[in-house]
């Protein structure tokens, strides 16, 4: 069963202290890994998508990287506006539907 | 850019009456899909959709769910008999495969409390 696992739960940074997202995933051939940004009752908005391991990708602040076993988000520097919930989700089934995992809780305090 | 609308934003409803959570894809897109958020939890899959029929469902998705697309470009999603359990957020997605980021864009969602 394709699984995805993100840490930590929550995480608190002082502004312009750079830290790291990891999402561990398990899935049979992947067809794509994403990033997402969710504020609070609002929907998930795209970042990123990564479809092979080594594959890097930027935006801003942030930063995703890809193996074979998990993905980080770098965010480097960052300022109280990029506080939010940073969703990963794998590519999954015949028909391409996303898997989550649970999301870190990202505070960032100046 | 193009945008998935979901409406309305937020719905009450008593337990036990029937809602309609209704989404416009994008124009293009062919594939549409249904997930659903707990409050503090996971984003779910509930049923995606291609060609005028279920593609694929989750267990979540039960006898009392439907969907439906009635006229081309509304996407609906329908509870018959609605349970305390069923309040979460509900987002519709629709998909391009040859989108720039496999196509998925997210509504903004509707937030269904069951009182």
């Known amino acids: 069963e394709d699984q995805v696992t993100q840490s930590p739960e929550a995480l608190r940074l002082q502004e312009g202290e750079s830290s790291s997202l990891n999402c561990s995933y398990t899935?049979?051939?992947?067809?794509?890994l994403f990033w997402y940004r969710q504020d609070p009752g609002k929907g998930p908005e795209f970042l990123f998508t990564?479809?092979?391991a080594g594959e890097e990708k930027e935006k801003e602040r942030l930063k995703a990287t890809l193996t074979k076993k998990e993905s980080f988000l770098h965010i480097t520097a960052p300022k109280p506006e990029d506080s939010a919930t940073y969703l990963c989700?794998?590519?999954?089934?015949?028909?391409?539907?996303?898997?989550f995992g649970a999301g870190t809780r990202l505070a960032v305090h100046p | 850019e193009p945008e998935v609308t979901q409406t309305p934003s937020h719905q009450v409803t008593q337990m036990g009456q029937e809602v309609i959570l209704r989404c416009v894809p994008i124009?293009?897109?062919?594939?549409f899909y249904w997930y659903r958020q707990i409050l503090g939890q996971k984003v779910e899959f509930l049923v995606s959709?291609?060609?005028?029929?279920?593609?694929?469902k989750s267990e979540i998705f039960d006898d009392q769910f439907s969907v439906e697309r009635p006229d081309g470009s509304n996407f609906t999603l329908k509870i018959r008999s609605t349970k305390l359990e069923d309040s979460a957020m509900y987002f519709c997605?629709?998909?391009?495969?040859?989108?720039?980021?496999?196509?998925?864009?997210f509504g903004s969602g509707t937030r269904l409390t069951v009182v």
């Open positions: 997605a629709s998909r391009d495969p040859a989108g720039h980021n496999y196509g998925y864009t």
């Open positions: 899935v049979s051939g992947l067809r794509g």
């Open positions: 990564l479809y092979s």
């Open positions: 989700a794998v590519v999954s089934g015949g028909y391409n539907k996303l898997i």
């Open positions: 124009s293009n897109h062919l594939y």
């Open positions: 959709f291609y060609n005028n029929e279920i593609s694929e």
